[in-house]
């Protein structure tokens, strides 16, 4: 089944939730589990993909919000994904606890540019054929 854009960025959202209850212990709790670490990073390389695939889908996140990253998003999926033995644990603390509440407010404040233009596209095309 074909996706549209905006679901993609649902899913962004949804592993950022997971990741913060994989990794409500703390830090020695995520370092201390072979399975949050390997969840988190899972959910780290779903965001990257979920990036990727709403691009593929037309959205240009850049220009939607040029403030973040959306390249080394994209990027840490690559690196966790194919240097998946070189996984850096101080690296990726840092993005979970540093970088994942502005990605979400970012994703959240695109999705919902994107249901206000889809709206008002709705309604011009429903005054054409007025």
Same mark, same amino acid.
């Given at each position: @089944? !074909? =996706?549209? !854009? &905006?679901? &993609?960025?649902? $899913?962004v959202l949804e592993a950022i939730a997971k990741i =913060?209850? *994989?990794? !409500? /212990? /703390?830090?020695a709790a995520f370092r201390g589990s072979s399975m949050a670490r390997d969840a988190v990073i899972a959910r780290l390389i779903q965001i990257g993909q979920a990036v990727k695939d709403a691009q593929a889908k037309g959205l240009d996140l850049p220009a939607l919000d040029p403030a973040v990253r959306w390249r080394d998003v994209? /990027? @840490?999926r690559d690196r966790l994904a194919? =240097? *998946?033995? $070189? %996984?850096d644990l101080d690296m990726i603390w840092k993005v979970v606890t540093s970088d994942l509440e502005a990605l979400a407010r970012a994703v959240r404040g695109v999705r919902a540019r994107q249901r206000k233009a %889809?709206?008002? !596209?709705a309604r011009r095309r429903k005054d054409k054929r007025k």
């Open positions: @089944m !074909a =996706r549209a !854009a &905006f679901e &993609f960025l649902s $899913d =913060r209850q *994989y990794t !409500a /212990g /703390g830090e994209a /990027g @840490m194919h =240097r *998946y033995w $070189d %996984a %889809a709206g008002s !596209a």
